[in-house]
């Protein structure tokens, strides 16, 4: 959807083969007078963690995309049945999750732990004011933490010290790049930037995307919400399906392969007469016990 919902990376970075150094700091914007990618999320969602800037945008992208506020609650779910597929159907007891944003439930530790007290989880963002919510939140809970990083930066992410020290990379993990990757510009390399992170990981591994689309919407739809994140210090690309499937390329899809983010193996039955704002998959790495 080209409302590009979701929490994102909010700092501009060189692409998967940058130098193994700290990137950027993030841009969070001036405070409360300005809307954030993060925070417009959390009120798209009907969360409490945003401002008067942040709602009015959300009210804007609704206005420019109709089911803009459905789309997120729907990439939302998308992620709990994910993760819970994973702990449950896959034995994944390790998970990466990249752009965690300001959630209001349904917490990736909460989902995976259902299943296996001992999962361990790592959280990502690259803006310090969602990390820091993140550290308080987590204060208590073991086997999980949150870091700053970019998921431009993969490989200085995927090699910080708490993430190692927390992750096994020689054992099957799972990475969750939800409504992350349709902040990443063509020129920065999203489908290279999978690929970066998929040769860190050990064989049986799983990549989980969900990705915003402007297939089913007007030309001018998708240019007012790209707009309304310009305000929010951060650019969006909506991309098609067919450039969201090269991204899971040498990856083995779990059926139901890329689809619309509600149809990935939904709880309840899913109706078909509204446009599709997202696709999302998961995909495997080959090798490795299945």
Known sequence: MPAFPGPGPLSPAPGPDEPATDPAPALTGPGRSAPNVARIYDALLGGKDNYAADRQAARDLE???????????????FLGRAVHYLAAGAGIRQFIDIGTGLPTRGHVHQIARA??????????????????????????????????????????????PAVRDLIDFGQPAAVLLVAVL????DSEGPAAIVAAITDQLAPGSYIVISHV?????????????????????????????DQVGRMLDGLELVPPGLTDVAAWRPRRRVTHDRPVLFYAAIGRKPGGAS
Do not use: K, W
Request: proline share 6%.
């Open 63 to 77: 206005a420019a995309v109709p089911g803009a506020a459905r789309a997120a609650r729907d990439n939302r779910a």
């Open 213 to 241: 689309t402007g297939d089913h919407l007007p030309a001018g739809a998708v240019r007012q919400a790209r707009e309304i994140y310009l305000g929010a210090y951060t650019t969006g690309t909506a991309r098609t399906r």
């Open 115 to 160: 299943v296996d007290p001992a999962a361990r989880v790592v959280y990502a963002d690259s803006d310090p004011l969602v990390v820091m919510h993140a550290r308080a939140l987590l204060a208590d809970a073991p086997h999980v933490t949150a870091v700053e990083a970019d998921v431009r930066f993969p490989r200085h992410l995927l090699t910080m």
């Open 182 to 185: 349709h902040f990443v510009d």
